[in-house]
């Protein structure tokens, strides 16, 4: 024990922090207040108002976020505390840090993330357009910022039937990130054109990058988006027969169950 208390004491603050961090029998909040002290670096104060605000929920420590962040002019203690209220469901709260913050951080990347996080939370179509056409055109956005705009721009053009439009963003998506969401708009699109093969290949894909997900309903959703209501029920068909639970909120899936296609065909 002497032994490692040794080799503790001779390596770095940070170091000992991050170790510490590991063991559950040390509260290594106190040191890592230290290290503020010490080094009074925006990195180490993050570190240790975040470490707290895990602890004891982020409501508690908001101002101290915000406090930091114009103090440093540090756009993270911003970020980080917006996903903090996202994981804990609080939209609430990460409207009024947001709203707190516009006029300093406008147009940082981050908080237009948080931003469209928000807008997709709430259903807020036209808001949701809006902020993903800024996002696409900013050369600084993350790239969790870029695929998350892609996908709404590319979802309202296939929800709206633009799918000469929507190609190139499902291109986008794709090349940015292996998502189910991007294999299932380019199976939509497959559909579209009349390639069955391919549709079926890319949901495949997509069933195998999320394992809820299963071709029968997506081959489903693809045919109701496209107007083939017949060929919807024929899958949806295929889906019931071999067992799958459809979720109840699965909102094309219903509408395929309530249609006379559906009805007339027997499946009900």
């Known amino acids: 024990m002497i032994t490692l208390l040794r080799m503790l004491a001779a390596l770095p603050l940070k170091v000992v922090a991050a170790i510490l961090t590991i063991l559950p029998i040390f509260d290594n909040a106190p040191l890592l207040r ?3 002290l010490i080094t009074g ?4 104060v993050l570190v240790y108002i975040t470490r707290l605000s895990t602890q004891f929920g982020p409501e508690k420590y908001e101002e101290t976020f915000l406090d930091n962040a114009e103090k ?3 756009v993270r203690f911003v970020s980080t505390l917006g996903f903090m209220y996202l994981e804990t469901g609080s939209l609430q709260g990460l409207r009024r840090i947001l709203d ?3 006029s300093i951080f406008s147009e940082e990347s981050e908080l237009l993330y948080l931003e469209l996080m928000l807008a997709s939370r709430n259903n807020d179509e036209n808001k949701i357009q809006q902020l993903a056409k800024k996002i696409v055109s900013s050369s600084s956005s993350t790239t969790e910022a870029s695929e998350l705009a892609y996908n709404c721009l590319c979802w309202n053009c296939i929800k709206h039937r633009k799918f000469d439009k929507a190609r190139p963003l499902v291109d986008k998506i794709l090349t940015i990130k292996e998502s189910r969401i991007g294999r299932i708009a380019a199976g939509v699109l497959a559909f579209q054109d009349g390639d069955i093969d391919l549709a079926e290949k890319n949901f495949g894909i997509a ?21 083939d209501i017949k060929t919807a029920a024929e899958y949806l068909k295929q889906a019931v027969k071999k067992g799958i639970k459809i979720p109840e909120n699965e909102e094309i899936l219903n509408k395929i169950k309530e249609s006379d296609e559906y009805r007339e065909a027997g499946y009900d």
């Not at 670096?41 to 180490?44: G, L």
């Not at 069933?207 to 107007?227: I, K, Q, T």
Request: with cysteine; hydrophobic share 40%; aromatic share 12%.
């Open 41 to 44: 670096s925006p990195e180490d």
């Open 100 to 102: 707190k913050t516009e």
């Open 72 to 74: 440093f002019e540090d």
């Open 207 to 227: 069933a195998r990058v999320d394992f809820r997900f299963a071709l029968e309903p997506l081959m489903a959703e693809a045919s109701y988006v496209c107007d």
């Open 34 to 36: 230290l290290i503020c």
